[in-house]
C-alpha cells in the first residue's frame, strides 16, 4: 500500500483533507503540544482537552479533582489553575492528576481533527519516540500545524519537517507541504532556536516575559511518552 506523509499548514485547511483516512499528528509547539508531552511524560493520568473557556471550567461544577488549564492570547484567563507553560506540568503539580485544559490554538486544531483513525501529540519534546512510532504504524499520516489563529505558523511548520526528515526515507509519498516543511527544516536545523527568533508567536511570548518557555519548548528527545486522544482524554499511548 501506498502511504502518505502530509502536513496540513493550519487548521484552516483541514477541511481539504478525508482526515479520517489518516493517523493525525496535532503540533502546538508554543506551547500547547510541548506542555501536554511534559505532562503524561510526568504522570499525568490524563488531560481532557477542550475548545471553550467556558467548557474548562464547566468541569469544576462536577465537584472531581481536576485541574483546569485555560490559556488565551498567551496569557492565563483568570480564575484558572494555570494556562499553557511546560512549567505548570512538572510531576509535582500533574502526577496522578487529571487536567482539563483549553488553549488558543492546540485544543482547536485537536477537535477538528477528531474523525483521524487515532490522534497522537507531536513536540519536540518527543520528536524520536512519536518518528519510532509512526515508523512501526504503516499508515497515512497527516501532521497538523495548530498555526496562529488559524494562520500559517513557522515553529509548528518547523517541526513537522522534523517529523519528515525521519520518516521521508520510509517509503511514504509526500505532499508539496510535507517537501516545503522538510526544506524549512534543513534551513533551520543546525540551531533551531536561533532560527525561530523571528517567529511571530515567539514574539508574542517575550513581551509577555516568558522567554523560558520557548526554551524548554525546543528541546529534542526529553520524553519518550506519546499522548494519544482516548476519546475525551488525552493518555500515555501503550507500546
Known sequence: ?????????????????????????????????????????NGAEAIIPVSQVEECSAYREKGLDYL???????????????????FSYTAEKVAGKTVV??????????????????IVIGS?????????????????????????????????TLFAGAVIEQLKTDGYVLDDAALAANDLYQ???HDIN??????????????????KDIDFCLQVDITTAIPVLDGERLVKLKQ
Open 124 to 156: 519536540f519534546l518527543n520528536l524520536t519516540a512519536l518518528s519510532d512510532w509512526l515508523k512501526t504504524q504503516n499508515e497515512n499520516v497527516l501532521l497538523v500545524c495548530a498555526g496562529w489563529k488559524n494562520n500559517f505558523n513557522l515553529e509548528d
Open 187 to 189: 534551513l533551520g536545523k
Open 68 to 86: 483546569l488549564a485555560a490559556e488565551r492570547d498567551g496569557k492565563v484567563v483568570e480564575g484558572f489553575d494555570f494556562g499553557n507553560s511546560p
Open 194 to 211: 536561533d532560527y525561530l527568533k523571528k517567529t511571530s508567536h515567539g514574539e508574542r511570548l517575550k513581551k509577555l516575559g516568558i522567554q
Open 1 to 41: 500500500m501506498t502511504k502518505n506523509l502530509q502536513v496540513c499548514l493550519t487548521p484552516a485547511l483541514l477541511p481539504l483533507f478525508n482526515v479520517e483516512e489518516y493517523i493525525v499528528v496535532v503540533i502546538d509547539i508554543f506551547r500547547a503540544t510541548s506542555s501536554i508531552c511534559y505532562g503524561i511524560e
Open 101 to 118: 485544559l483549553t488553549t488558543t490554538n492546540g485544543t482547536h486544531a485537536l477537535h477538528l481533527s477528531r474523525a483521524a483513525k487515532k
